[in-house]
């Protein structure tokens, strides 16, 4: 149980969180909001290419047991027809808000992922999840103390009847994208070919960085077939797989105050749709 004086400090720390421009007022009306604003604020969270940020370390950090046992969790929900990667990577990188994506720790995300998913297609409910983590915040109500958590299950479940996508079938043996090979047609593009970046609105979801929206290009590897990762994402079985490539940019074109070599490049996966020919 917690106190007042406990639950306002708490309240206190959340009330620094900040989302909204500084010129702009929380829950704004329509006329402060002009379509730049309204643009920004559509932007996915995870797409953070050429954002203001200070330099920092790179660190190859060892992954803690909970975030290998994360790792395994998600791809077995993939291997048993659950989800597809690109549908976690939505709900667990977009579909969060800036604030969780931006405080919580990458594999923290990846379980926050596997509750939404578990429970929008209906697997458990709400209140199941709930008492199951009260349930397991008592059993190691005075810390782990350098121990591992122990995996109890609560019971063990009939799986024949659970719904299932049929990609972990059709995939076995072959891979994925491999299983969408002579699906797309004809490549509309070649290597070498100039190319616009389509500056499309990208709402929702979307794996084309925005630094390179509006970007001319050459493609420098005509890559594989699969659907595009705004549909992949939505869990749409029925999407038309198109052609992936490799484009490649000069580093001068995509930054304005770039001031490294002229022959500094920079290389991102497009799919075909976000692509046309200069």
């Known amino acids: 149980m917690s106190s007042a004086a406990q639950r306002a400090e708490q309240l206190a720390l959340i009330s620094r969180l900040k989302t909204t421009f500084p010129e702009v007022s929380e829950w704004p009306m329509p006329d402060e909001v002009d379509s730049r604003h309204y643009w920004a ?3 996915t969270v995870h797409d953070v290419g050429g954002e203001l940020q200070v330099p920092l370390p790179y660190q190859n950090k060892q ?3 909970w975030e290998l046992m994360t790792y395994v969790l998600c791809e077995v929900l993939g291997w048993r027809g659950i989800w597809v990667s690109e549908e976690r990577r939505r709900i667990g990188n977009v ?3 800036r604030a969780i994506y931006l405080g919580l720790p990458y594999y923290s995300r990846w379980l926050w992922a596997v509750g939404r998913v578990l429970i929008e ?9 709930t008492d199951r983590l009260a349930e397991v915040q008592q059993r190691y109500a005075g810390g782990l103390n350098g121990r ?5 299950a609560k019971f063990e479940g009939d799986g024949s009847a659970v719904r299932r996508n049929t990609h972990h079938r059709e995939a076995v043996g072959i891979g994925d994208p491999q299983i969408y090979a002579g699906k797309a047609g004809p490549a509309k593009f070649a290597v070498g070919d100039r190319v616009l970046v389509r500056d499309l609105p990208a709402m929702f979801y979307t794996r084309t960085p925005e630094y390179c929206r509006g970007a001319h290009g050459v493609i420098a590897e005509v890559t594989y077939e699969s659907p595009a990762p705004e549909d992949e994402a939505w869990d749409r079985e029925d999407a038309a797989p198109e052609w992936f490539y490799i484009v490649r940019f000069k580093q ?3 930054w304005d105050t770039y001031t490294g070599p002229a022959t500094d490049t920079l290389q991102t996966e497009i799919p075909e749709r976000w692509l046309q020919a200069v």
Not at 148 to 152: G, I, K, N, V
């Open 95 to 97: 579909d969060v808000g």
């Open 63 to 65: 992954e803690e047991q």
């Open 41 to 43: 604020y559509q932007k």
């Open 148 to 152: 591992l958590p122990d995996a109890e």
């Open 121 to 129: 297609k209906g697997y458990i409910s709400w209140g199941e999840l």
């Open 252 to 254: 001068r074109d995509l």
